[in-house]
């Protein structure tokens, strides 16, 4: 895939990189120090890794997270995400996951989480 962002990233993004995936920051980033966990090969969702694939995702959503709370001590939690499919909202067919670095105030009230994708829904 010679087109493809995640094949072929700009070096200055990555930052972390094992074997069979790497960490870079988000082009559009969320808040500040947003990254993104990519696994090496061109494969379109996260239901397609394979299990080495996914145990090398989570060793960099691990080690990129200590080094992002490392780097700025205001860094309090996290989000984590994956868009799976147009209706869920990927704009790029190779499989990606979002680390959003959260901090106290970033939002009046971060209660449901994740639940805000759909308006509405993240009050309970």
């Not at 087109?3 to 074997?19: K, M, Q, S, T, V």
């Not at 808040?31 to 989570?58: G, M, N």
């Amino acid at each position: 895939m010679n087109d493809c962002i995640f094949c072929n990233p700009p070096d200055a993004r990555a930052f972390l990189g094992n074997e069979l995936a790497y960490a870079m920051w988000d082009g559009f980033p969320v808040t500040r120090l947003h990254a993104l966990i990519v696994p090496r090969r061109h494969t379109q969702d996260f239901f397609s890794l394979t299990r080495e694939e996914l145990l090398a995702c989570y060793q960099l959503l691990h080690d990129a997270s200590a080094q992002l709370k490392t780097d700025d001590l205001t860094v309090e939690g996290f989000n984590i995400g994956a868009n799976i499919g147009a209706v869920a909202g990927q704009t790029i067919f190779h499989c990606h996951l979002h680390l959003i670095p959260r901090r106290r105030g970033d939002v009046e009230n971060p209660r449901g989480g994740v639940r805000h994708i759909i308006p509405g829904k993240g009050a309970y």
